[in-house]
């Protein structure tokens, strides 16, 4: 005999990959729980079981994939003696209004950028399921509906046709017909057009509309995004062959002479000697600057510490992605399905000896297809062809 069970509409099926459809922990539970025979076959698996799964398979995943490279400039001034360079903070402290010193008091209570950083989710827009007939709006009186017809009639001189895209601003117009003549316009209008889905962005876990929002700002976690790790970092200085009046430009044009005009000034071994000798004074005097970031701290420090000498540096980062795309991934749902798998079997496995109505016993072999299934997406996430799922860095060289 067949469960009954609430059917969901075919609208909640229609996902890719990047317009995905998961938007919570509960959706992607359902997903996994459907993947596992519910609701035909009963599943021994609290909901904090499956949501503990879900975070595990996330916090994997965001250690070896799941980041994006982005860059930051900063201020010499903002260095913090003995402590360093809060990363994920100053990601959102761009407000060109605050000094260096009030960046680093709002770092310790930091409450985000101006408005002009945040972005604002698009508005929605509605396609007509059907043609609707321009006479609807020609019928419509200046006496009726003054504010209304002249517009509307320009608007739609012919008829809207089915699949037709129209905005919000129509859209209400449209649907805003009875405000004078008691017709129930608006009501039989609206029914010729289905809106989209608004880009929602999710509260703690809750699916919510959000109409403006900070990307560098995890809505999920009520965090910043945090940074991975740091991969480069550029000094500023008045050196380097493209600066007039330094060494490197003499010994440059040197070396362009030299061939340029005849046997004059350095030749090219010259040069690399010069600029090796150059290297090593870098290193011994301590000139370069060394930098160690700790991804947990989120503290980035330089070594010689920035002194009076004020400079400006840009440093390449690795950032988390908000939670809300974690989510979305497929090796992530793959990576929770196992665990769920695991988790019921083992459960089933305390009862494997019970005889069920009819003479059956419970099916607990999961545990051993799940701890494959579990191992296999470690190894791919990890030392695949392409580690990190494709979302870390290229190999650039090899030495063999």
């Known amino acids: ?26 959706r992607l539970g359902d997903r996994i729980k459907r ?29 070896y994939a799941g980041f994006t490279r982005e860059f930051l400039i900063f201020d010499s001034n903002m260095y913090e003696t003995n402590k360093g360079i809060r990363l994920d903070f100053l990601y959102t402290l761009a407000n060109q209004d605050l000094d260096s010193n009030e960046k680093k008091q709002a770092g310790t209570n930091p409450s985000g950028p101006g408005p002009e950083f945040y972005g604002e989710a698009p508005d929605s827009v509605f396609v007509a399921t059907s043609t609707l007939s321009s006479s609807v709006f020609e019928n419509i009186s200046f006496a009726t509906e003054p504010s209304l017809s002249g517009s509307l009639s320009a608007d739609f001189g012919t ?18 017909l009875s405000s004078a003549t008691g017709a129930n316009y608006g009501t039989s209008l609206s029914g010729h057009f289905d809106n989209t889905i608004k880009h929602t962005y999710t509260i703690k876990g809750a699916e919510t509309e959000t109409t403006i929002f900070q990307n560098a700002f995890d809505y999920d976690v009520m965090d910043y995004r945090k940074v991975v790790d740091v991969v480069d970092f550029e000094e500023g200085s008045s050196e380097g062959i493209n600066t007039l009046f330094t060494l490197e430009q003499t010994l440059a044009q040197q070396t362009y002479f030299s061939y340029a005009l005849g046997n004059y000034g350095f030749d090219l071994l010259s040069w690399y000697t010069m600029k090796e000798f150059l290297d090593m004074r870098e290193k011994l005097l301590a000139i370069h600057r060394d930098v160690q970031f700790d991804p947990r701290t989120q503290y980035l420090r330089m070594y010689p510490q920035p002194g009076t000498d004020r400079f400006y540096g840009v440093v390449s980062c690795y950032l988390e992605r908000p939670l809300r795309d974690v989510i979305k991934e497929q090796w992530v749902y793959e990576y929770a399905l196992a665990l769920s798998m695991i988790t019921i079997g083992r459960v089933r496995g305390k009862f494997g000896n019970v005889n069920l109505l009819g003479g059956g016993s419970l099916n607990y072999d999961m545990i051993q297809e799940g701890t494959t299934k579990k191992e296999e997406l470690e190894k791919k996430l990890m030392e695949g062809a392409a580690p990190g799922l494709g979302d870390g860095e290229p190999s650039m060289f090899f030495v063999g």
């Open 1 to 26: 005999m067949a469960l009954a069970c609430e059917i969901s509409p075919l609208s909640a099926f229609l996902s890719t990959n990047l317009n995905n459809k998961i938007e919570t922990y509960d």
């Open 35 to 63: 993947a596992l025979g519910y609701p035909l076959v009963s599943l021994e698996i609290h909901t904090d079981q499956l949501r503990e799964n879900i975070q595990i398979a996330a916090e994997y995943f965001t250690k």
């Open 159 to 176: 008829d809207i046709v089915k699949g037709e895209i129209i905005d919000q601003t129509i859209y209400s117009a449209i649907t805003s």
